[in-house]
Nanobody
Framework: QVQLVESGGGLVQPGEPLRLSCAASGTMFNIWTMGWYRQTPGKQRELVASITSGGSTNYADSVKGRFTISRDNGKNTIYLQMDNFKPDDPAVYYC???????????????WGPGIQVTVSS
């Protein structure tokens, strides 16, 4: 079991960067994927960015070139650097941990409680 806690969110001024952190506790296995998702009222939760234990990254088209995901395996932590905010970016951001399991359709899947990101107007 893995527990996730997000931090670093809040109110950000337009044009200012923001960095989210997600700290994982529990056993980290050799192969996993962690990612950031976001959700606004009335919309489905969507993938923002993901990173594998090997360092491969994937981004939603809407954030590619503006957001950067990174990891610190020694700290069991991933980050999301967010720059050049756009109107669709404010949301609740969730950290996700997924570990595939051999011979199973679904592996281990954990979520953080979410953290609010709001852009001042």
């Amino acid at each position: 079991q893995v527990q996730l806690v997000e931090s670093g969110g809040g109110l950000v001024q337009p044009g200012e960067p923001l960095r989210l952190s997600c700290a994982a506790s529990g056993t980290m296995f050799n192969i996993w994927t962690m990612g950031w998702y976001r959700q606004t009222p009335g919309k489905q939760r969507e993938l923002v960015a993901s990173i594998t234990s090997g360092g491969s990254t994937n981004y939603a088209d809407s954030v590619k070139g503006r957001f950067t995901i990174s990891r610190d395996n020694g700290k069991n932590t991933i980050y999301l650097q967010m720059d050049n905010f756009k109107p669709d970016d404010p949301a609740v951001y969730y950290c996700n941990y997924y570990r595939p399991i051999w011979n199973r359709a679904r592996g281990d899947d954990s979520w953080g409680p979410g953290i609010q990101v709001t852009v001042s107007s």
